[in-house]
């Protein structure tokens, strides 16, 4: 999995909560280091679920991540 992340040359958004086991969080961050100019968003207190236990939170991050992407025209 490692290697292909480095090919990846989209917007990349990863959200952690850093109450998830911890195998899941240093999974996230390396994706995060791996992937360039990826955002890494870490939501304390908050396991794998983090849409369901900080959804309002969640939407706004997701929400300004996307409004903050260019979209690419079409060929």
Do not use: Y
């Not at 480095?6 to 994706?31: H, S």
Request: aromatic share 4%; proline share 7%.
């Amino acid at each position: 999995m490692e290697g292909l992340l480095g090919e990846v040359r989209g917007p990349t958004l990863v959200i952690n909560g850093t109450a998830d086991e911890p195998r899941g969080v240093l999974k996230g961050r390396r994706v995060a280091e791996l992937v360039e100019g990826a955002r890494l968003v870490e939501f304390a207190e908050v396991a794998h679920m983090i849409q369901l236990e900080q959804p309002d939170r969640f939407n706004r991050v997701v929400l300004d991540f996307l409004s903050e992407v260019e979209p690419k025209s079409a060929p």
